[in-house]
């Protein structure tokens, strides 16, 4: 028979108390043990154990020995310092249908900006579909970011993609007015 699985979150936060159980019937002997900066505080030698995880925690086992009808079992489950698996947690992007004007308006440019709650320091980088043509804007801390847009050849969709230390997301707006458009500057 297959070694009795141990039951509990794959992340946890540092500074937190979880639980982890085993689902398997009639063990007996049970050691749990911890790998990582972490420490059982409850629930030793039972079928569900209570595990402190410290400040520094980041990663690491839950590990149990136990014995059935004879036999010697063992398992382990790797848990994760939850900000680990989801770097991107609780940042948000997007990109408003706003645009700034040009510095003397009738220039052919306009700024666009990356709205969300990204940290300073992140990095944003750009492509640009017209009316004819692509344009790339390579990465840069620049936002609002100045680009090319002419009444001639305005933007039709715009795509930001956000980088800030292991996060990275996209975001892309097909604009419901082509950028310039005279209607929806929001300021210079």
Not at 78 to 88: A, E, N
Not at 148 to 159: C, D, G, L, P, T
């Amino acid at each position: 028979s297959a070694n009795p699985s141990i039951l509990g979150p794959e992340c946890t936060f540092p500074g937190t108390v979880r639980n982890f159980s085993v689902d398997g019937q009639n063990l007996t002997n049970l050691n749990w043990e911890v790998q990582g900066n972490a420490s059982i505080v409850g629930g030793q030698g039972s079928t569900t154990v209570s595990v402190s995880f410290n400040n520094n925690w980041s990663g690491g086992f839950i590990e149990l020995t136990a014995r059935s009808n004879g036999r010697i079992y063992e398992n382990r489950l790797q848990v994760f310092r939850c900000t680990d698996l989801d770097p991107c947690a609780g940042l948000w992007l997007g990109i408003p249908d706003n645009y700034i004007d040009g510095p003397l308006g009738g220039t052919n440019e306009v700024f666009l900006q990356a709205s969300g709650n990204f940290p300073q320091g992140t990095l944003f980088s750009w492509i640009i579909t017209r009316e004819v043509g692509v344009d790339i804007y390579n990465s840069s801390t620049e936002n609002p970011r100045r680009m090319v847009a002419s009444f001639n050849n305005k933007i039709v969709r715009a795509k930001v993609t956000a980088t800030f230390n292991n996060c990275t997301k996209t975001y892309t707006n097909t604009f419901r007015e082509f950028i310039p458009n005279g209607s929806n500057p929001f300021g210079n």
